[in-house]
């Protein structure tokens, strides 16, 4: 294998110099240059020549050689994908919920190197890490002003344990950083202040890239930052400075052309998009925006559109850099000089600008007339089922009776309106919208609709409206800077007029961090099966994520979020009938309230203050707030693992050796018992722990066993650092369906986390089951059907599948980040042929199965599945092994990448 320097012989003449304007000069690796040797550089997509860059730049001869460099230097539109990339990213950016478990792995990955007489300071990021703590904060508290006050001290109180362990790994890490509550949303703060847009180390310059521990990293792909979602495991793996590997990608060009209609807003657009990519069929792709409509859009359009890249199911939504990009950084509050370098070295690699057609070669193209989108919704149950806003209505009533099956409520027609009281009083119907909230990532970036949702405040509450009694209201912006434009534009007062009084800098409901409804409500839903609402500015409606009791969820720009807020059910058609009533009795309609382009842009400067982002984001470090200052964490180079229900060392390292083992291999599976019968769409929202603890659960009871009171249970998200409660809470979701249960005595599906314990039969929760299974020895196996592992990058949907003792999951075909962390966790994961399902086969769940492994295994290789029924019948089907690179077999035979990546570490691969 060629070693460095013979490829630094050999590519002497690529390394250039460039000059800023300011008359700076900087190094290099110039894809120009590169482009003399191969012509093809310069017709590739754009987001294949940063990935191409960092190739270039971390060549070695060894984990990355010039055979891979050539590979995707000759990249073709249409060729068939079997080669794959190593991929060396800047940094990384963790968010909470997964990066306190990270930041476990890495405490257990320094106790076991201690274990076996390793230095234990060996386990250190090699690349900076951002931790941004923004998933824990919860609305308790709402519409009223001190709301946040109290929900950041609640906030403290239940994650004292977790926040005291992070700032433990503040000072064991050289190259960790944290940005406390209270700042924002990652993926805003992403924006706002850690994205760089090109670095600079030892006079080398080279662009910002990232992976991050959440599925909507690739919001930063709208200010041209290569970066996208990865699950923990693979997160922590570019930490310690391994590459993320991914098969070469076919590039959707998306070619935006006209402009927006007046009243229509960015998230109007993204949810077309969403809904034409995922019907063009783009997971594991990359897509990027050309054309004179995407130059059109504004930075924090293109962000929004960006950030739903999971919905839309592409690895990124990329857009290129240009003026667009320049003027945010300026408005943001980057340096001049810090901009110069980003402009010059953008223009030295010829990648400044946004394509026309024909300047590049795509796979596909699919276009889009900016002009024809219309304001919509999405939902009740998935983000890409967008409805236009004049058929809401009659869209929610033809749900309410169809059955499930086709993602309908299976309710009688006639209970629609009826109403029904709560014993204090309030009157709800079917349809009524309980949770109206302001938040999430996708538009409290985009100050454009923030804005609209302030004026359609002000005019509401000057007409004389108010929002209905059952509804909660919230405001939970993705940055502090948010608040300072809604104040500064005297908007702010109307919203909270309207109860949407600021609750928290964080992602709240849109990952069910909603908090509860009123005991009242909760009581009126479940005794009478009702159908209730909520509508949020978010990303994710999929089922019991947003509320355990709330049955349809639609995704709405913020202005219509207060609009529905006050129509007070999804039932009102907004296009023709009044959103209530107003003063003197006068119907006050949508089109009353609803603001102008001209009003919207006359605010927006006011959004974009740099010196306001300066002070702001200098307070990370001066002034992180007397909550997070009073916290104090133990010291130390390792961790001493004190008692905790939220934080406990991992087993992923039990009985560890330097020398290997473990249960890695290529082993075949045999006499496995069926875990699961699963349909299509299962997410990582079904699998992985999340939302709240039900008392009853198991791991309810075992926090009830370790003396945590009910109100002291927190959530799932808060306590992934303990993996006694999260193995207890996988497969534990509400709205989960084994269809291994038998049906209903109505036809329908039972709804939980329960399977058929063989070979009893008898009805147990899924970890009661596991735990009898591996006490006896025996594997288990998981089958589903299409898009198994959809949603959120939750590293958990794969430990706990683990965990519990699971081998396989067979599929028809998988999400991106869940597949790869199944490698990464020792799980196999298989794809049936596309004539096979466990349908066709006629699996009920009882059956014995085997999973015959080649002696050798290959990226995409076969295996044999064994079905052995009750009655001794025998079938046998080809799979197609899902490991798709070399370096996930490796991490296989390792017995996961966290084994894999310690060994080198402390001696050996």
């Known amino acids: 294998m060629p070693k460095s320097r013979d490829f630094k012989h050999s590519y002497c003449d690529i390394v250039k110099t460039f000059t800023t304007r300011a008359g700076k000069s900087g190094r290099l690796y110039s894809l120009p240059a590169l482009a003399r040797r191969f012509p093809n550089v310069s017709r590739l997509p754009v987001s294949l020549r940063v990935v191409l860059e960092s190739v270039l730049r971390h060549c070695d001869g060894e984990k990355v050689t010039t055979a891979h460099v050539e590979a995707l230097a000759n990249w073709k539109p249409r060729a068939v994908r079997k080669s794959e990339i190593p991929f060396t990213v800047a940094r990384v950016v963790l968010q909470d919920f997964t990066g306190v478990p990270l930041l476990a792995d890495l405490a257990a990955m320094r106790s076991a190197a201690v274990r076996v007489g390793a230095d234990p300071a060996k386990v250190e990021p090699l690349v900076p890490v951002d931790l941004v703590v923004d998933h824990s904060v919860m609305v308790d508290y709402y519409g009223r002003k001190d709301a946040l006050d109290l929900n950041m001290k609640l906030e403290f109180k239940r994650n004292l344990e977790r926040y005291q362990f992070v700032k433990w790994g503040m000072q064991a890490f050289d190259t960790f950083g944290v940005v406390p509550p209270g700042f924002g949303i990652v993926h805003q703060v992403n924006l706002e202040y850690l994205a760089r847009g090109v670095h600079m180390k030892g006079g080398m310059y080279y662009p910002d890239t990232l992976v991050g521990t959440d599925s909507h990293t690739t919001m930063i792909n709208g200010i041209g930052v290569v970066g996208w979602g990865v699950g923990g495991i693979e997160a922590e793996a570019a930490m310690l400075g391994q590459p993320v590997y991914f098969l070469t990608p076919d590039v959707v060009g998306f070619e935006l052309t006209g402009q927006l209609r007046e009243g229509v807003t960015a998230t109007d657009l993204v949810l077309t998009v969403t809904e034409i990519l995922r019907k063009h069929k783009v997971v594991g792709k990359f897509v990027e925006f050309f054309g004179e409509g995407t130059e059109s859009l504004s930075l924090p359009d293109r962000a929004t559109i960006a950030n739903m890249a999971p919905e839309y199911g592409a690895t990124m939504g990329f857009f290129p850099v240009d003026d667009k990009t320049l003027e945010y950084f300026r408005g943001t509050g980057r340096t001049p000089a810090e901009i110069d370098a980003f402009e010059a070295y953008y223009r030295a690699q010829d990648m400044f600008g946004i394509p026309k057609a024909g300047d590049i070669?795509?796979?596909?193209?699919?276009?889009?007339?900016?002009?024809?989108?219309?304001?919509?919704?999405?939902?009740?149950?998935?983000?890409?089922?967008?409805?236009?806003?004049?058929?809401?209505?009659?869209?929610?009533?033809?749900?309410?009776?169809?059955?499930m099956a086709d993602s309908g409520f299976n309710e009688a027609p006639e209970n629609l309106g009826?109403?029904?009281?709560?014993?204090?009083?309030?009157?709800?119907?079917?349809?009524?919208?309980?949770?109206?909230?302001?938040?999430?990532?996708?538009?409290?970036?985009?100050?454009?609709?923030?804005?609209a949702a302030g004026l359609l405040a002000k005019k509401a509450v000057k007409a004389g409206l108010s929002v209905k009694p059952h509804v909660k209201t919230s405001l939970a912006p993705g940055s502090r800077i948010v608040t300072e434009y809604l104040t500064s534009t005297g908007l702010l007062p109307y919203l909270e007029k309207l109860g949407f009084a600021l609750a928290g800098y964080g992602c709240t409901t849109c990952i069910g961090n909603a908090g509860d409804l009123t005991p009242e409500l909760n009581k009126v839903i479940t005794d009478n099966d009702m159908v209730c609402a909520a509508v949020l500015s978010g990303n994710r409606n999929f089922e019991a994520r947003i509320h355990p009791n709330l049955r349809a969820n639609f995704l709405a720009s913020p202005p219509l979020v207060v609009a529905y807020a006050l129509a007070g059910n999804i039932t009102v058609d907004l296009m023709t009938q009044p959103v209530g009533t107003g003063k003197?009795?006068?119907?006050?309609?949508?089109?009353?309230?609803?603001?102008?382009?001209?009003?919207?842009?006359?605010?927006?400067?006011?959004?974009?203050?740099?010196?306001?982002?300066?002070?702001?984001?200098?307070?990370?470090?001066?002034?992180?707030?007397?909550l997070w200052e009073q916290i104090e964490g133990v010291t130390g180079t390792t961790y001493n693992w004190p008692e905790s229900t939220y934080i406990a060392e991992p087993p992923f390292f039990d009985g560890f050796t330097v020398e290997g083992g473990g249960d890695g291999g290529n082993a075949s599976v045999r006499g496995a018992k069926v875990m699961a019968l699963f349909g299509d769409s299962i997410t990582t929202d079904h699998i992985s722990p999340a939302g709240s603890i039900k008392e009853s659960s198991p791991a309810g009871e075992w926090l009830k066993a370790h003396k945590v009171l009910k109100p002291d249970f927190n959530s799932y998200g808060a306590r992934r650092g303990n993996h006694d409660v999260m193995m207890r809470g996988t497969f534990a979701n509400v709205r989960i369906k084994n269809l291994m249960l038998p049906p209903l005595a109505d036809g329908s599906r039972e709804e939980g986390g329960y399977t058929l314990y063989q070979p009893t039969g008898e009805k147990l929760p899924i970890f009661d089951a596991a735990t009898r299974y591996m006490a006896q020895g025996l594997p288990s196996v998981i089958f589903a059907g299409e898009e198994y592992g959809t949603g959120s990058s939750r590293d958990w949907a794969a430990k706990g599948t683990q965990l519990l003792g699971i081998k396989a999951v067979i599929a028809k075909s998988f999400e991106r980040i869940h597949r790869s962390n199944l490698v990464g966790m020792g799980v196999l994961p298989l794809q049936f042929d596309a004539r096979d399902s466990w349908q066709s086969l006629g699996l009920r769940g009882d059956e014995t199965v085997d999973i015959e492994l080649p002696d050798h295994l290959v990226p995409q290789g076969k295996a044999r599945l064994v079905v052995v029924r009750a009655n001794g019948e025998r079938i046998e089907r080809p799979l197609t092994l899902r490991i798709d690179t070399p370096v996930e077999v490796a991490y296989y035979h390792a017995g996961g990448i966290l084994p894999y990546v310690l060994r080198q570490l402390v001696g050996t691969a």
């Open 361 to 403: 070669d795509y796979t596909s193209v699919v276009k889009l007339d900016l002009g024809k989108v219309a304001p919509s919704l999405a939902g009740p149950k998935r983000p890409q089922d967008r409805i236009e806003i004049g058929k809401v209505a009659d869209t929610f009533a033809d749900l309410f009776s169809r059955p």
């Open 418 to 451: 009826k109403t029904f009281k709560t014993v204090n009083g309030i009157e709800v119907r079917n349809g009524d919208v309980l949770i109206a909230a302001i938040t999430s990532c996708t538009n409290t970036s985009n100050p454009s609709v923030l804005l």
């Open 584 to 626: 003197n009795g006068k119907p006050v309609y949508l089109g009353d309230i609803w603001p102008s382009s001209d009003e919207i842009h006359a605010l927006i400067k006011k959004a974009m203050n740099g010196k306001a982002y300066r002070n702001n984001y200098a307070q990370v470090k001066t002034d992180p707030g007397e």
